[in-house]
């Protein structure tokens, strides 16, 4: 009989055998387990109970994932612990007296406490916060006292590479709660964001001359990293969805290792969600597509999502009534497009989740998801080089996501960062139908992220023909800072920039800057545009986009 409240569903495996499937995670679940498992105790460098947080049992009747020894590097398999954090598992035993560990004393932290002011309710905005925010304070002595679970003694001290136990816990539900991995040993463990932990990623699978798959345009600090380790760039044409699964397979089906000077690739980079630079997302069967494709052609997917909150409501057009949001975060989380984590039978791909996007850059906190052996072969890595992110971020996390919000709370702040970045993008699209030539400027409206793709019909410049694609890019990048409007150029995101491109593109974005400020910038790129294709006559500006 199953336990009070869990709802269980039995699948016949044979005549005689069956399987007890539990229903997926729910807010309330987590409550319950926490409930069983008891109250969390994780003093300093506590090593987390990863299959605890999961609900030990809970994932059984999944699959193990495959083993990856074969892409692993050198470096990466040939990494050992760090035998000083190993021994921090004994610190956890009753009565020790520990002489053993450099770790020092809280008596020396000059920090008694630390107060925040958190939003209150669903009161989110900057205003509301400051004015009628709720202050919570972290002490330095709280978890001996038994007033909260984590502190500042413990926080401020050494730990492990995986991060604090009170903070992996709430990571590890929330990845099961939106994500579900369809196979056993799945595992996360902190980063100190999305561009740490793909660095670590690149060193556990690039050797030398190898090839990664990537879109023809992608995140710059991604090529940036690839290149100095020796990894070459395989640049994949993209539509409107991203990455094209078939293109994949044609080139690696081909695939000559003489002719390429390169072993076939293993290796597959995206960012599926609101893409860089170009707001790609993918739906839904291009993720199976693209997954198919990796399990045909036995690749690692590096699935860098720091944008997949950042899913808008449908852009309907200018002037057009509002889609309604989501009417509950589980309504919420069931609009989003399954990750290609969710897919994931093998075990063959690392998601790189971050707060940079959704919470705070400064705070330097993220996190991945991958098989049991991946993961520990990262946390390998980090524990002789990033260690765990920073003591501060992880307790001011801490206080505002598990102790303040809990889940719920911190799904309605996504549905909430949702609504604001739907009005964003939409004030940059308005702003685009009103000042850009729609004859020489065209664009798909973004689903998710922070980037805006505007492509620009170059073969109308005047100079096309005599100057390069990359010249005349430049020539409306110049003529766009002198209207005072910086645009970015597409060839900055260049996958592979020896792969000659017929296309031109700029790269705007509607994160930071007020909505009046938008629409201006927008203007003036117009404007640029129009004098460099001769629309108009050309104007001599101040550098503040005003004419004299």
């Keep these: 009989m199953a336990p009070p409240g869990m709802n269980i569903e039995v699948t016949a495996e044979t005549d005689t055998t069956g399987i007890t499937i539990p229903e997926p995670l729910t807010i309330a679940g987590i409550g319950k387990r926490r409930t069983a498992a008891g109250r969390l105790i994780a003093g300093v460098a506590a090593a987390s109970d990863v299959e605890a947080f999961k609900g030990r049992g809970r994932h059984a009747h999944k699959p193990l994932s495959k083993r990856w020894d074969h892409h692993l590097t050198k470096e990466s398999a040939g990494r050992v612990g760090n035998r000083l954090k190993e021994a921090a598992k004994f610190l956890g035993t009753p009565g020790i007296i520990s002489l053993g560990g450099g770790l020092p004393s809280s008596e020396y932290f000059p920090f008694d406490e630390m107060s925040l002011k958190l939003p209150t309710g669903q009161k989110f905005s900057a205003h509301d916060i400051h004015t009628g925010g709720t202050t919570v304070t972290a002490g330095k002595h709280d978890l001996s006292e038994g007033t909260s679970l984590f502190d500042i003694s413990t926080a401020l001290n050494y730990g492990q590479g995986t991060g604090s136990a009170q903070l992996l816990r709430f990571i590890i539900e929330h990845t099961e709660l939106v994500h579900n991995p369809p196979y056993r040993d799945w595992q996360c463990t902190m980063t100190i964001g999305s561009t740490s932990s793909l660095d670590m990623a690149l060193r556990m699978f690039l050797n030398y001359g190898d090839y990664i798959i990537t879109e023809e345009y992608t995140f710059s600090a991604a090529v940036e990293t690839a290149r100095q380790m020796g990894g070459r760039l395989l640049s994949i044409p993209i539509d409107e969805q991203g990455l094209l699964p078939d293109e994949i397979d044609q080139v690696l089906s081909s695939w000559d290792p003489v002719a390429r000077n390169a072993r076939k690739p293993h290796l597959l980079y995206t960012v599926p969600s609101g893409q860089n630079p170009t707001g790609a997302t993918m739906s839904t069967q291009r993720r199976r597509d693209l997954y198919a494709v990796a399990q045909k052609h036995d690749l690692i997917i590096l699935e860098d999502e720091p944008y997949y909150f950042l899913q808008m409501q449908p852009y309907t057009g200018p002037n057009a009534p509002d889609v309604p949001l989501p009417a509950s975060v589980e309504d919420f989380v069931r609009s989003l497009v399954p990750s290609l984590l969710s897919m994931d039978t093998d075990g063959r791909v690392m998601r790189l989740d971050s707060f940079s996007k959704v919470i705070a850059p400064g705070s330097r906190i993220g996190w991945i998801t991958a098989s049991e052996q991946l993961v520990e072969r990262y946390i390998r890595h980090a524990d002789l080089s990033t260690q765990g992110p920073s003591g501060f971020s992880q307790l001011a996390l801490f206080k505002l996501l598990d102790e303040h919000w809990g889940h719920e709370g911190y799904l309605r702040w996504l549905l909430h960062i949702r609504a604001e970045y739907t009005r964003r993008r939409d004030v940059m699209l308005a702003a685009c139908e009103e000042h850009l030539p729609r004859e020489i400027v065209s664009w798909v409206p973004p689903m998710a992220g922070m980037f805006h793709w505007l492509k620009i019909d170059w073969t109308r410049h005047p100079a096309f023909g005599t100057k390069t694609v990359e ?32 296309t031109m593109f700029f790269r705007a974005t509607y994160a930071a800057a007020p909505f009046d400020k938008i629409v201006e910038a927008v203007r003036r790129f117009g404007d640029a545009i129009r004098e460099e294709f001769g629309l108009v006559e050309k104007r001599v500006t101040n550098g503040n986009g005003h004419a004299h």
């Design 471 to 502: 010249q005349v890019e430049n020539d409306i990048f110049l003529a766009a800072i002198d209207k005072g409007a910086l645009i970015m150029p597409g060839s900055y995101f260049y996958a592979d920039n020896e792969v000659e491109h017929d």
